[in-house]
């Protein structure tokens, strides 16, 4: 089993940044893949941002440009740095990691609100 823990979500006006946290613990050696996802009320999860453990980052097209996500295999922890947020970057922002064994494990989420 991965545990993941997220932090640093909070509510910024419209043009600020953020940047989120994601420490994993547990079965760490099992992880490949780390990422974020976002849900706003009523719609399905969707994908921010991942990166491998080894390869290209992968970002949505609305944040491509704005979100940064990077990785430290030493600490365990995927961050995401946000700028020029925009209020459609209001949800609640979760993080992934999947196993090499095709496992996917979720943090509880934090939200993430900008003010217009």
């Known amino acids: 089993q991965v545990q993941l823990v997220e932090s640093g979500g909070g509510l910024v006006q419209a043009g600020g940044s953020l940047r989120l946290s994601c420490v994993a613990s547990g079965r760490v050696s099992d992880i490949n893949s780390m990422g974020w996802y976002r849900q706003t009320p009523g719609k399905q999860r969707e994908l921010v941002a991942t990166?491998?453990?080894?390869?290209?980052?992968n970002y949505a097209a609305s944040v491509k440009g704005r979100f940064t996500i990077s990785r430290d295999n030493a600490k365990n922890t995927v961050n995401l740095q946000m700028n020029s947020l925009k209020p459609e970057d209001t949800a609640v922002y979760y993080c992934?990691?999947?196993?090499?064994?095709?496992?996917?494990?979720w943090g509880q989420g934090t939200q993430v609100t900008v003010s217009s």
């Open positions: 992934n990691a999947q196993s090499w064994f095709a496992v996917s494990y």
């Open positions: 990166i491998p453990s080894a390869g290209r980052t």
